[in-house]
């Protein structure tokens, strides 16, 4: 079992499913509340600010391809104290997605319009978790856990066929909506219309909307380095290929939901959006109820798809802390036939549970995630930046054209997401 892999395909769908989680189920709507029509903007320079910061870590990853890859690359150019905050802050912003992913599910479930889901109804109150909402996003936590409690060949089957799922499944959405109601005028007749807030809107869309925590996500490819098939080759093509297509569907997806919105809901406002199952409710509102449906189901799988996704990450980079010398050693056991880190997965789960009581809804934790996972990203570009000077000469399966230049840029661009 030590020896399965990931090939270039599950590489691909990997980084999908990690991708694409609730994000496509609640950042269209929060984007647009925040910028209006311009949020398409919005979600396109979000794409190629994390392109540029995915070049910097296809770099150092291929050229370091193991376990919780992304809490490593600063011990070795800044030494173990500086590399063992680093790691930290990349273990917090992965841990930091389970329980997103979890609440995702259950907000999504507390609005089933079926009779015989009326007990899901309760699941919020005032927009958070009730305390039988935080007990069914602790199964969803223990549903992440025990899919890799096992093995990343059994994970990666799974995880294929969620990630086929929540692929065609927006795509199908966008379709039905654009069929039944798409409104140009939507889009605004002037400048001001289209950029009803003006442009600091679309960075602060970028920022608090979900558009950095989805994009971002690509960090799981990396962490996963050492279950790829030819790590030097297959970690470009599978970060390159799901930020393209997610990116595309992304994009698409916010296209369609302005377009789609009824004149009645953006007459108030576009700040006056607010929706607790964006796609669902515009379904219905739309008289598509089997579209509805659709929504509200692939709404419950495919933040597990992204749950399962970042409990394998998380996990992985835990286990590799120890590495550093500042943490116990049981917690990189993976003495099991699977070579699972199931020490880790369980101290993963307990500390998802604690943010769950912390913070209770998903627009919370969507900016806890983009600004920790923000931090820990400032690491890349000066681990790259570093390694060109230090090590001039190792060997680069992959090696970026105008790191000297792509390195600060991209530490200044990701200061100012975090600004």
Do not use: C
Request: charged share 10%; glycine share 6%; hydrophobic share 55%.
């Amino acid at each position: 079992m030590r020896n399965k892999k990931l090939n270039l395909f599950s590489t691909v769908m990997f980084g999908l499913s990690a991708i694409i989680g609730s994000g496509w189920m609640f950042g269209s709507s929060q984007a647009a509340q925040i910028a209006g029509p311009a949020a398409i903007i919005a979600w396109i320079v979000g794409a190629l600010l994390v392109a540029m910061i995915a070049m910097v870590y296809v770099e150092i990853g291929t050229m370091f391809p193991e376990e919780g890859a992304m809490s490593r690359f600063t011990m070795y150019t800044h030494g173990s104290l500086l590399g063992h905050i680093f790691s930290w802050a990349n273990w917090i912003s992965l841990l930091a997605i389970l329980p997103i992913e979890a609440v995702a599910s259950v907000q999504y479930m507390s609005t089933w319009p079926w009779e015989w889901a009326n007990w899901t109804h309760d699941f919020m109150s005032g927009g958070q978790l009730s305390p039988q909402g935080i007990m069914m996003a602790t199964v969803m936590l223990f549903i992440f856990t025990f899919i890799n409690y096992w093995s990343v060949t059994i994970m990666a089957k799974f995880n294929n066929f969620i990630s086929v799922l929540k692929v065609i499944v927006p795509i199908i959405t966008m379709i039905v909506l654009v069929t039944a109601h798409f409104d140009f005028n939507n889009m605004g007749s002037s400048f001001s219309e289209f950029m009803p807030n003006g442009t600091s809107s679309i960075f602060v869309a970028i920022g608090s909307a979900g558009i950095i925590y989805s994009y971002v996500a690509f960090q799981t490819v990396i962490n996963l380095s050492n279950d790829i098939k030819k790590p030097s080759v297959n970690i470009r093509r599978g970060i390159i290929l799901s930020l393209l297509i997610s990116a595309l569907i992304y994009i698409a997806l916010q296209i369609v939901f302005i377009g789609a919105l009824p004149q009645s809901i953006i007459s108030g406002g576009w700040s006056k959006i607010s929706f607790n199952s964006p796609f669902a409710d515009l379904a219905i509102l739309l008289n598509i109820y089997w579209l509805s449906t659709l929504v509200y189901f692939t709404a419950f799988i495919s933040p597990v798809g992204s749950g399962i996704a970042f409990a394998s990450s998380a996990s992985k980079s835990l286990s590799s802390m120890p590495k550093n010398k500042h943490l116990p050693l049981f917690l990189s056991n993976s003495n099991n036939k699977y070579n699972s880190p199931r020490i880790a997965l369980f101290v993963d789960l307990l500390v998802s549970f604690i943010l769950i009581l912390l913070f209770k809804n998903w627009s919370l934790l969507s900016r806890v995630v983009a600004a920790s996972t923000l931090i820990s990203l400032l690491s890349g570009p000066v681990v790259a930046g570093s390694l060109r000077k230090m090590g001039p000469n190792l060997r680069r399966p992959t090696k970026i054209k105008g790191m000297n230049i792509l390195a600060p840029v991209v530490f200044d661009l990701i200061s100012l997401a975090i600004y």
